[in-house]
Nanobody, 124 residues
Framework: QVQLVESGGGLVQAGGSLRLSCAASGRTFSSYVMGWFRQAPGNEREFVAS????????TYVDSVKGRFTISRDNAKKLVYLQMNILKPEDTAVYYC?????????????????WGQGTQVTVSS
């Protein structure tokens, strides 16, 4: 099992950048696929990005391609989401999640482990 804690959220103007971090505990972190999801008020939780256990494979939702980058440091048990050129529509609570799938899923139902979330607010 793995426990996840997100940090790095905040208030930023449109066009700005933020880097979210997700700290994991547990001995087998490097075996998990990691993902970032977000949920805006009144909306369902949606997929943002995911990364394979080795970091060699990444997937992004179309709306963030070219602006967001997911990465991981297995030695430090950290996952990052670098967010550039932020837009007001990126405003949401961002969640880190872990999956023991052998593929890199984008469905939230494939991720049994979740952090508590961190708020990102982008002002226009």
């Amino acid at each position: 099992q793995v426990q996840l804690v997100e940090s790095g959220g905040g208030l930023v103007q449109a066009g700005g950048s933020l880097r979210l971090s997700c700290a994991a505990s547990g001995r087998t972190f490097s075996s998990y696929v990691m993902g970032w999801f977000r949920q805006a008020p009144g909306n369902e939780r949606e997929f943002v990005a995911s990364i394979s256990w080795s970091g060699s494979s990444t997937t992004y939702v179309d709306s963030v391609k070219g602006r967001f980058t997911i990465s991981r440091d297995n030695a430090k048990k950290l996952v990052y989401l670098q967010m550039n050129i932020l837009k007001p529509e990126d405003t949401a609570v961002y969640y880190c999640a872990a999956s023991d799938s052998n593929v890199v899923p984008s469905s939230r139902f494939a991720y049994p482990y979740w952090g508590q979330g961190t708020q990102v607010t982008v002002s226009s």
